[in-house]
C-alpha cells in the first residue's frame, strides 16, 4: 500500500503537467484511489460502481463481469490518466448481432493501469463524466439507450 502512496504521488505530478488533466487532478486522483482499493480488496461490487453501468443488458454485466474476474486481484504497478489521441479504441461504435452499439459517457480521457506482474500487463479504458459529474469508465451501450 505503501508503494500505491507514492505512485499515486507521482500521479498527482504527471497530472499538473498536463492542462485536460490537472482541471480534474482531485477527483482522478480519488477515482484511481478507488480503483486500486476495489481492485486490491478484490472486491467485485466495488469495481463494477467504477464503471458506467447503467444502461447495460443483464447479458453485457454477466461478460464484464467475467472480464474482470481475470483482472481484480492483480498487483497494480501504476495508474495514469492521458488526453484522448483519436484511437479508434477510445470510442465504441460498432453492430455486433444487428445491434448498434455506442459509448455510454462522452470520452473524456484514457486511464492506463500497468499490473506489476511478468510482461507488465496493462489495461486501458476510457473514462467519462456522468450527470452527476462521477468520473466512470465507459461500457458499450446499445444505440437507442443512451
Known amino acids: 500500500m505503501k508503494r500505491l502512496v507514492g505512485l499515486l504521488a507521482i500521479l498527482?505530478?504527471?497530472?499538473?503537467?498536463?492542462?485536460d488533466t490537472f482541471i480534474y487532478q482531485k477527483s482522478l486522483v480519488e477515482f484511481s484511489e478507488r480503483f486500486a482499493q476495489a481492485n486490491a480488496d478484490e472486491n467485485?461490487?466495488?469495481?463494477?460502481?467504477?464503471?458506467?453501468?447503467d444502461n447495460l443488458q443483464?447479458?453485457?454485466?454477466?461478460?464484464?463481469?467475467?472480464?474482470?474476474?481475470f483482472e481484480i486481484?492483480?498487483?497494480i504497478l501504476s495508474?495514469?490518466?492521458?488526453?484522448?489521441?483519436?484511437a479508434p479504441e477510445e470510442s465504441i461504435d460498432y453492430e455486433h448481432d444487428g445491434?448498434?452499439?455506442?459509448?455510454?459517457?462522452?470520452p473524456k480521457l484514457r486511464m492506463l493501469v500497468v499490473y506489476e506482474i511478468e510482461g507488465r500487463l496493462s489495461s486501458k479504458f476510457s473514462i467519462g463524466r456522468n450527470s452527476n459529474k462521477e468520473?466512470?469508465?465507459?461500457?458499450?451501450?446499445?444505440?437507442n439507450k443512451k
Open 12 to 19: 498527482g505530478l504527471f497530472l499538473t503537467a498536463c492542462s
Open 44 to 53: 467485485l461490487d466495488a469495481m463494477l460502481e467504477l464503471y458506467d453501468t
Open 58 to 69: 443483464e447479458r453485457d454485466l454477466a461478460i464484464l463481469k467475467t472480464a474482470l474476474s
Open 73 to 75: 486481484g492483480l498487483p
Open 79 to 86: 495508474i495514469s490518466f492521458e488526453g484522448l489521441s483519436g
Open 99 to 106: 445491434i448498434s452499439y455506442q459509448a455510454s459517457l462522452t
Open 135 to 143: 468520473w466512470k469508465i465507459i461500457t458499450a451501450i446499445p444505440h
